[in-house]
């Protein structure tokens, strides 16, 4: 089967839109410092309520998925390549692992592979 380019994206945007469960050891904000090439990730905390949302432990307030949220993150990783930025999160946290279900594990692997190709080739990067 030879798939076109289009075609895997269309994959992809499909499976962006199912149902996910939220991670209750908390969520990720993914950015690039070009500056000094480094992919990072700011760590927040979080509850999940009954409903499955995500809610700010602090406020009690449900956290959008879209939009400007002022938080305070807990942690910032920073790598040079997305295998970086897994081993610092996944086997050098002193803590607990802040990423508690294999599918968190699995996206953001996919993420930092995907920031590590858009601070390699220039382009922009937009979390998933």
């Known amino acids: ?20 469960d939220l991670d209750p050891g908390g969520y990720f ?15 927040f ?5 009954e409903r499955g949302l995500a809610v700010d432990p602090e406020t009690g307030k449900v956290i959008p998925a879209r939009g400007k949220v002022e938080r305070t993150h807990t942690t910032v990783f920073s790598g040079r390549t997305a295998k970086e930025l897994c081993v610092k999160i996944f086997e050098e946290t002193q803590l607990l692992c ?8 699995a996206y953001l692997g ?19």
Request: net charge negative; with cysteine; charged share 25%.
């Open 45 to 49: 905390t979080n509850v999940i309520d």
């Open 110 to 128: 996919r993420e930092f592979v995907r920031a590590e190709i858009s601070l390699v080739t220039g382009q922009d990067y937009v979390q998933d």
């Open 29 to 43: 904000i993914i950015y690039l410092n070009r500056e000094e090439g480094l992919i990072c990730a700011r760590h």
């Open 1 to 20: 089967m030879n798939l076109t380019v289009e075609g895997l994206a269309a994959i992809d945007e499909k499976l962006s839109q199912r149902h996910i």
């Open 98 to 105: 802040p990423v508690t279900q294999l599918t968190h594990a």
